[in-house]
């Protein structure tokens, strides 16, 4: 994916899909639009970022045993920690991934330089954290909108 500054300045993007499992790329081009504040939560009102980016498809090569190495036989994918979760376009039934009415408290604010700080929380609900989940906070009613 092309970087939301490029897409900005030419409006030009390239996705890349790989199947493990036959060796087969599918290469995508098209024209792309970053969407911010209202427009992005017009066509996704449950991703909780203020940004994303919609991509019309012009064109498309699928290449068939490009990749050269597969997928252990009889072995499952494991997705990525890391891997962002996926969010519902508002036409779409899906679940919602915020915790609705979980507060975070701020305790400890511990600088290590004067641009540099870590902050600590303490959640009213339990929460799990796993390698590569995010938190984001809303403080909209503190800081107000931009």
């Not at 449950?46 to 994303?52: D, E, I, R, W």
Request: proline letters at 7%; glycine letters at 8%; a negative charge.
């Amino acid at each position: 994916m092309t970087s939301l500054g490029n897409i900005e300045a030419n409006h030009l993007a390239s996705l890349t899909f790989i199947c493990f499992t036959t060796g087969t790329i599918l290469y995508l081009t098209g024209t792309a639009t970053n969407h911010i504040g209202a427009s992005a939560q017009h066509l996704m009102p449950t991703h909780t970022q203020n940004g994303l980016t919609t991509i019309h498809i012009t064109g498309y090569t699928l290449v068939a045993d490009a990749l050269p190495l597969r997928q252990r036989p009889g072995t499952e994918p494991t997705p990525s920690p890391y891997s962002p979760p996926v969010h519902f376009l508002a036409e779409e039934p899906g679940g919602v991934t915020r915790i609705e009415g979980a507060t975070a408290l701020l305790t400890r604010i511990e600088m290590h330089s004067s641009t540099l700080a870590t902050f600590t929380w303490a959640s009213s609900e339990k929460i799990s954290v796993i390698p590569g989940q995010a938190a984001i906070l809303d403080f909209t009613s503190l800081l107000g909108a931009r």
